[in-house]
Nanobody
Framework: QVQLVESGGGLVQAGGSLRLSCVAS????????MGWYRQAPGKQRELVAR???????NYLDSAKGRFTISRDNAKNTVYLQMNSLLPEDTAVYYC????????????????WGQGTQVTVSS
């Protein structure tokens, strides 16, 4: 069993900052690519940022220059630093990870966190 738990969401004013964290726990042999997705009411879930196991990140165009994804492999944690937040960033943010589960060789499994709410007021 692998669990992903997000934290760091909240209510902020436009222009403010938040730092989201996602901690993976369980029978983890390795964490491969990880990402942050978000879903606003009435919209489909979209990829905001992802980071490879080599710490190379890429971003949604609207997040480029404002958000930074990083990871701490020793802590099985991925972060999303969000600066200059806009009301349109309001959504539930979900952590995703491709995980090689201990005892399962090199086969990857996909895991999702339960989400953390980010609300940006005008």
């Amino acid at each position: 069993q692998v669990q992903l738990v997000e934290s760091g969401g909240g209510l902020v004013q436009a222009g403010g900052s938040l730092r989201l964290s996602c901690v993976a726990s369980g029978s983890i042999f390795s964490l491969n690519a990880m990402g942050w997705y978000r879903q606003a009411p009435g919209k489909q879930r979209e990829l905001v940022a992802r980071i490879t196991n080599g710490a190379i990140g890429n971003y949604l165009d609207s997040a480029k220059g404002r958000f930074t994804i990083s990871r701490d492999n020793a802590k099985n944690t991925v972060y999303l630093q969000m600066n200059s937040l806009l009301p349109e960033d309001t959504a539930v943010y979900y952590c995703h990870a491709n995980v090689v589960v201990a005892g399962m060789g090199r086969v990857e499994r996909s895991y999702w966190g339960q989400g953390t709410q980010v609300t940006v007021s005008s």
